[in-house]
């Protein structure tokens, strides 16, 4: 199959020889034969990419599909196949990251690129640019992505940095991934300092590159996955809300966006309970930060006012007071994502219009009943008890309500979340 157009750079990594290491590279021919198409996972007969000689497609719409990935490293292999192996050296893929002076923000374009080094398994260290500090690993997981067939050709490894915080931001593998918003909260994002994917048997290949990347896009901190037809398995349909302040493309980066999760992903969440709702439609929140409840204070830098935790603020006063004040002042909790306690897909326009139709029926049970918040604001504080806000969440009302919001928003066709 041929191949499209990308750049070409190399780089080489690690100098010296290693009484460890494996005395041999795996060439080519070494690898495991693929059996099934790394992007549908078919087993079929496989066309070479001409561009690499090493990918491998059941079509060119596999080839097409995988494009956005396979274009960073394509025609970069046969310039670094070209160069010198050093001796007990294997080939690397190394994701750099920003420059120091570069800034956490970045654009595609400006982002460092991945590129292909020659690695020795004790010289993992001098991977630390930009400080000091020794290597992790983070073990690749094939299951992680909940894949039936096997994309990688051998056991992988992640290293990076135990220590993070102090690290520039590493936008090549934002840059790869694919989607920024959707890997852990800015500004602290899941990858930070210089990232080199390793093979302790032999050269990581282009296959490889592939499953790399579907193991970022899967990882467990990040806020959903970036690419749900990458994974094969049983995924939960959200909401994700981002402040105002995390947004750093407006245009490209929605506020509030339907999401896929894991059970892997929601387990490394923090969960917060909304039971105020249970009779309405049975939802939860699931927040970024460790071990804070929503009364909890940290640094601006780690957290941000949400607009969108109204209903965890209602559901979270009335437990406690046994009222809500509004109108509601946002909580300082991030990101937020709302999930149906029932595994059932919450949809953006469900979020949406239970979120206006909580909001009304506060706004009758406060007396404020037609008001905006501006003008309630300058009312004055209007409370809701729990008694008198019970009897207006019911589920014939919220029907009621869902005919006339699908009416004014055009989804006339749309059935309701409580039918769902």
């Not at 056991?155 to 593998?173: G, T, Y």
């Not at 439609?281 to 804070?292: A, D, G, H, R, T």
Request: proline share 6%; net charge neutral.
């Amino acid at each position: 199959m041929s191949a499209m157009e990308t750049d070409s750079d190399n780089a080489n990594f690690g100098d010296g020889e290693s009484e460890n290491a494996t005395p041999r590279g795996r060439n080519d021919q070494d690898a495991p034969s693929p059996t099934c198409c790394p992007i549908c996972l078919k087993t079929t007969e496989l066309s070479k990419c001409q561009g690499c000689d090493e990918m491998v497609y059941c079509s060119k719409a596999c080839q097409r599909k995988d494009w956005p990935v396979h274009k960073f490293l394509c025609k970069k292999l046969p310039v670094f196949q070209a160069t010198a192996r050093p001796k007990n050296h294997f080939r690397a893929i190394f994701f750099p990251a920003n420059d120091v002076g570069a800034g956490e923000r970045l654009s595609g374009a400006e982002a460092p690129k991945p590129e292909f080094v020659w690695y020795m398994n004790d010289k993992c260290r001098h991977c630390s640019a930009h400080s000091s500090g020794g290597f992790g690993g983070f073990k690749y997981d094939q299951a992680l992505m909940g894949h039936r067939q096997q994309v990688s050709t051998q056991k992988l490894e992640v290293l990076a940095s135990f220590i993070i915080d102090d690290k520039p931001r590493n936008s090549c593998i934002e840059a790869v991934v694919g989607n920024r918003l959707l890997m852990r909260p800015w500004p602290l994002p899941g990858w930070r300092g210089n990232v080199v994917v390793v093979s302790r048997t032999g050269d990581v290949t282009m296959r490889d590159f592939r499953a790399i990347v579907d193991y970022f896009q899967c990882f467990h901190n990040n806020r959903g996955l970036v690419d749900p037809s990458r994974y094969v398995g049983q995924t939960f349909v959200g909401v994700l809300i981002v402040p105002e302040a995390q947004i750093g493309n407006p245009s490209v980066e929605p506020k509030v966006q339907e999401i896929h999760l894991t059970e892997d992903m929601k387990s490394y969440k923090l969960e917060h309970r909304a039971d105020f709702f249970d009779g309405l439609l049975p939802i939860y929140v699931l927040s970024f930060f460790e071990k804070n409840t929503w009364l909890g204070v940290q640094s601006g830098e780690q957290i941000d006012y949400n607009r969108g935790s109204f209903l965890l603020t209602v559901s979270s006063a009335i437990d406690l007071l046994g009222k809500v004040i509004l109108p509601a002042e946002p909580l300082p909790m991030g990101a937020l994502i709302y999930l149906r306690k029932d595994g059932k897909p919450l949809l953006k326009h469900h979020y949406e219009a239970l979120s206006e139709f909580v909001f009304r029926q506060a706004a009758q049970a406060a007396g404020a009943k037609g008001l905006s918040e501006r003008e309630m604001a300058i009312r004055g504080e209007c409370e809701a008890t729990r008694e008198d806000l019970e009897k207006l969440l019911t589920k014939n009302k919220f029907r009621q309500f869902w005919n006339a919001y699908c009416k004014s928003k055009r989804l006339e066709a749309t059935p309701c979340p409580l039918d769902v």
